[in-house]
């Protein structure tokens, strides 16, 4: 399986392994399903099916101006996750996809086994990376990103373009942005209402953290696990994000 | 019936799918040999190191565990892959199943 329609978009979707069924999804803007399909993705599939899907407007998925608010991409989940099994599925969600995952887990409680939230920011609109960002030249994006991404910009040539296009997409052609800024948190008596076993995993460095406090906090059956690193754990805490999350999903 | 598997076909049959994956217009001017890096010579995005992935399921099917073979490297080392090394893996694929 590689390209599908849901939400009357195409999304790229790609299945790993064999067992019960988990969802990955990645965060916004420079995310793509490589972010899992490259980092913990590989070990969950020897015990689990797993399906990676690239956001809407994002990776191989069809370009969309509009619907990056919670609302339309955990419809984009709850279609793309119907096809996909009809058994309860465990989600693990980073970023802005983490916060999908535990919107839609909140909004289908049965359809949920378990749910694994890395670096989910609460408020959704509590971006003041993104914020700042959006106010910097191009020049100083370039400098604010990850160095893996930023070495790739510098270099120029191929990727430099691809990845200059895509943020000018989002910046001036999409609502991003606005959506992001829109989206309102989660009150922590809705938090209390999700039953299903949650492992929050944040970043020791991260701004992110005090959401993942308050989740933690909030969710009768959720645990916090903090690592050594940012909000980019797939690539500054590799080994001990997946070795968390395999346990979590085992166990 | 098999086609014979040696690193000169294994290599042309991984440049074709690579080139598949970048896209025409830069794949034209890019050679594809051993040493070519994935991530300096190529620039493929990461995104496209799936495609090219998953083609590779398709074209080598379980014999070539490339889920697997990934699971045991750094993010690091993926993305300073050599196309070389990607070649190699699979004629070890190959020769596990031949010779066991």
Request: proline content about 4%; hydrophobic content about 40%.
């Amino acid at each position: 399986m590689s390209f599908r329609d849901h939400n009357n978009l195409t999304f790229h979707i790609q299945e790993l392994g064999e067992g019960p069924p988990v969802v990955m999804l990645h965060g916004l803007f420079g995310g793509s399903m490589a972010s899992w399909y490259f980092t913990s993705a590989p070990t969950i599939a020897r015990t689990h099916r797993v399906l990676l899907y690239d956001l809407r407007g994002h990776g191989k998925s069809a370009r969309s101006r509009t619907g990056y608010d919670v609302a339309t991409m955990v419809s984009d989940l709850e279609s793309i996750a119907a096809e996909f099994s009809t058994r309860p599925i465990s989600l693990v969600g980073h970023s802005y996809g983490a916060i999908v995952s535990l919107e839609f887990a909140l909004r289908n409680p049965s359809r949920v086994h378990k749910l694994v939230i890395v670096e989910g920011p609460l408020p959704p609109s509590q971006v003041k990376e993104f914020d700042a960002f959006r106010s910097l030249s191009l020049s100083e994006k370039a400098a604010s990103l990850p160095k893996a991404v930023r070495e790739a910009f510098t270099r120029g040539g191929r990727q430099a373009e691809r990845f200059a296009e895509s943020m000018r997409f989002f910046l001036r052609e999409s609502s991003l942005f606005d959506d992001l800024r829109a989206a309102s948190d989660i009150a922590d008596e809705r938090l209390a209402t999700l039953h299903c076993p949650t492992l929050c995993i944040y970043g020791s460095n991260s701004s992110c953290l005090p959401a993942g406090e308050r989740i933690a906090r909030a969710v009768p059956r959720a645990e916090l696990v903090v690592l050594a690193g940012g909000h980019f754990l797939q690539v500054d805490a590799g080994e001990p994000l997946t070795a968390s999350i395999t346990e979590f999903l085992n166990g | 019936m098999t086609t014979e598997v040696t690193t000169e076909t294994v290599l042309a049959r991984v440049s074709d799918l690579i080139r598949e994956c970048i896209g025409e217009e830069w794949a034209l001017d890019v050679p594809i040999g051993m040493d070519t890096s994935f991530a300096n010579d190529l620039e493929l995005e990461s995104i496209e190191f799936v495609a090219l992935a998953e083609k590779l399921k398709a074209t080598y099917g379980r014999r070539v565990d490339f889920a697997g073979w990934l699971a045991g490297m750094e993010l690091k080392e993926i993305l300073n892959l050599r196309v070389g090394v990607l070649v190699e893996f699979i004629l070890s694929c190959h020769s596990e199943t031949t010779t066991t």
